[in-house]
């Protein structure tokens, strides 16, 4: 499976984004995927993840409620809208998979990382 971030780009604070991660290969509907962001000279961070089927998601306390995360496993996507965007947001986004379970914030668990797309949240 091949992954691909898209969809970032410049926006002012409180506004929208919809980030797509488009993965290749026909195993794409058995993986769960997470969303990461890093913000410059940071550490890579966990932003929301969903199960395989798209029954279960997770969301880092910062996002829930203005993030949500959902999957068409028939177009092999992921989508992560953003609302209510903030200045703190800004960061590099990018999509992976993995095969752990359940809540899973830890990205050295995660593989199959696509090239992430910049979001920059203007003030």
């Known amino acids: 499976v091949q992954l691909q971030a898209s969809g970032g780009g410049l926006v002012q604070a409180g506004n929208s984004l919809r980030l797509s991660c488009t993965g290749s290969?026909?195993?794409?509907?058995?993986?769960?995927i997470g969303w990461f962001r890093q913000f410059l000279g940071k550490e890579r961070e966990f932003v929301a993840s969903i199960s395989f089927n798209g029954r279960r998601t997770y969301y880092e306390d910062s996002v829930e409620g203005r993030f949500t995360i959902s999957r068409d496993n028939t177009q092999n996507l992921v989508l992560l809208t953003m609302n209510s965007l903030e200045p703190e947001d800004t960061a590099n986004y990018s999509c992976a998979a993995t095969l752990t379970t359940g809540w899973n914030p830890d990205p050295q668990t995660y593989f199959f990382w696509g090239q992430g797309t910049q979001v920059t949240v203007s003030s």
């Open positions: 290969g026909r195993l794409f509907g058995d993986y769960n």
